[in-house]
């Protein structure tokens, strides 16, 4: 029997972050892009390349408990289930 360790970061479930990212990339989408997207969430029109890094991090990231969080409160999410949101199910 093969034991397995707990790897350094998980690589075998990956669908759950690709799938949270696909939700909130057409959320992004639906808002009309990167920067009437960072408005919402942060109630300001983005300075610099705020709008750029904060598309970054949608695109790329695992999110943070944090991030998650601070979706579902700026883009109502209160009625999505962590099924549809980390599973695709919608």
């Known amino acids: 029997?093969?034991?397995?360790?707990?790897?350094?970061?998980?690589?075998?479930?990956?669908?759950y972050a690709d799938n949270a990212r696909a939700f909130i990339q057409a959320k992004r989408d639906e808002l009309g892009g990167a920067k009437p997207f960072y408005k919402l969430?942060?109630?300001?029109?983005?300075?610099?390349?705020?709008?750029?890094?904060?598309?970054?991090q949608v695109n790329r990231g695992n999110y943070s408990a944090e991030f998650v969080g601070l979706m579902v409160d700026k883009l109502n999410l209160d009625s999505v289930s962590l099924g549809e949101f980390y599973k695709g199910k919608l």
Do not use: A, D, V
């Open 1 to 15: 029997m093969e034991i397995k360790t707990l790897p350094k970061k998980p690589t075998e479930n990956k669908f």
């Open 41 to 56: 969430i942060y109630g300001r029109e983005p300075m610099g390349n705020e709008s750029i890094t904060l598309n970054n």
